[in-house]
């Protein structure tokens, strides 16, 4: 069959299966409520967990910082592209999260994969929640090492996948579930990765900036460090409101990133003025631990309305509110009812999700106002209705 046709093909059975994706275009900067077309939606889709994509404060530091360093960075980190503020927000960053070093990679997918790939070998063993994001899965299968997917939290089945295997171990999870929002038992995790002899890797792109005393992340929040987890990475584009992200570890483990990872070394380096914007993020995690309680209120407060509503909640504690729907092209509708009604909530489908648990995937933010959750409780009351 030529590309054409095949093309045409799975494109229309997209369509049949409910599967097909489209963009939306936005007409504003990110924030509880954002413009597309002339009119005015409330926004409960976005990562912008802490409301500091758009805040004032970081666009002037963003600006600020490209009328010193411009705005392309002009190559990768090990040509020319590596630059102050790129270096201040490494140190802040393994300040941040208690290591010794931390290492900036133009994106959440590029860390992943280029970590896995860099640290595992043929003949070693890598050990993936089931629910791991797609990065995570594709760098593990890229690897080459024997790829092995445990039961979802399943710590007992990891055991006995870990117990039967030789050479080098390395455990990979979400430290909060990006689908799901459910955390994983770090505590648990870590124990079993001592006393197999495993190493444990976590991806804290939804719990970094939100979770922990300081923000510091899952792992903060388990009341662990980099002797129970070696490998930390985190995303910057969500809770922190810019872009890129980041592996924090040992010396060796950021040296040997630096020279082997492929994904970190034939790329460009991130804006400098994002990494300068990042710097202020961080500064605003310091100075309003509001936002991380504001957040936690508001995430009690659709919880207990969607109980009161007998709503199909998740087992979450995170921003991350899922509303478990099954078929895909009815959470599609149901996105579609909400859309129409003024509310900006995406619908997870196969693949991202396992077939048959197809979800309206609700995001709450530091930036939005109880009234806003109210309405939001309202509406899917109104939704759950029709749809029945
Ligand atoms: C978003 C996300 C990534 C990818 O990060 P990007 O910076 O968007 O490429 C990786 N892991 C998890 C769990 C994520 O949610």
Request: hydrophobic share 40%; aromatic share 6%; charged share 20%.
């Amino acid at each position: 069959m030529g590309f054409e046709q095949r093309l045409r093909a799975s494109l229309t059975q997209r369509q049949e299966q409910g599967l097909y994706r489209q963009r939306l275009t936005l007409d504003s900067a990110q924030g509880p409520v954002v413009r597309m077309q002339g009119r005015d939606y409330l926004n409960f889709c976005s990562n912008d967990y802490l409301g500091l994509a758009a805040h004032p404060r970081l666009v002037e530091s963003f600006q600020r910082a490209a009328a010193q360093y411009g705005v392309g960075s002009g190559a990768s980190h090990l040509v020319c592209g590596h630059s102050r503020p790129h270096h201040e927000l490494e140190e802040a960053l393994a300040e941040m999260t208690g290591r010794p070093r931390a290492l900036l990679f133009s994106s959440g997918y590029a860390a992943n994969t280029g970590t896995l790939t860099s640290l595992l070998q043929p003949g070693d063993n890598v050990f993936q929640d089931r629910l791991n994001h797609a990065s995570l899965l594709d760098g593990g299968l890229h690897s080459g090492a024997r790829f092995r997917r445990f039961a979802h939290n399943d710590v007992a089945d990891l055991d006995a996948k870990l117990a039967a295997v030789e050479g080098s171990g390395l455990v990979v999870v979400d430290g909060v579930f990006s689908m799901d929002g459910d955390s994983a038992p770090l505590g648990e995790l870590a124990a079993l990765c001592r006393r197999q002899d495993a190493w444990l890797m976590v991806d804290d792109a939804h719990g970094f900036g939100v979770m922990g005393e300081s923000g510091a992340g899952s792992v903060q929040a388990a009341g662990m460090g980099i002797k129970e987890v070696p490998v930390l990475m985190a995303t910057l584009g969500k809770a922190l409101g810019t872009g890129g992200a980041f592996v924090a570890g040992d010396d060796y483990l950021i040296e040997g990133l630096i020279q082997q990872a492929r994904n970190y070394i034939y790329t460009t380096a991130l804006a400098p003025a994002l990494a300068a914007a990042t710097l202020t993020s961080l500064a605003i995690l310091r100075e309003e631990a509001w936002r991380r309680n504001h957040l936690v209120t508001l995430i009690q407060r659709f919880r207990d309305g969607a109980n009161q509503l007998g709503l199909p909640l998740m087992a979450s504690n995170s921003a991350i509110q899922p509303l478990k729907v099954g078929d895909a092209t009815q959470a599609t509708a149901m996105s579609q009812t909400l859309r129409e009604r003024g509310l900006l909530i995406g619908a997870i489908r196969p693949p991202t999700v396992p077939s048959g648990t197809s979800r309206l995937r609700i995001t709450l933010s530091a930036a939005h106002s109880p009234q806003q959750v109210d309405r939001l409780l309202e509406e899917l009351a109104l939704c759950q209705k029709q749809s029945i």
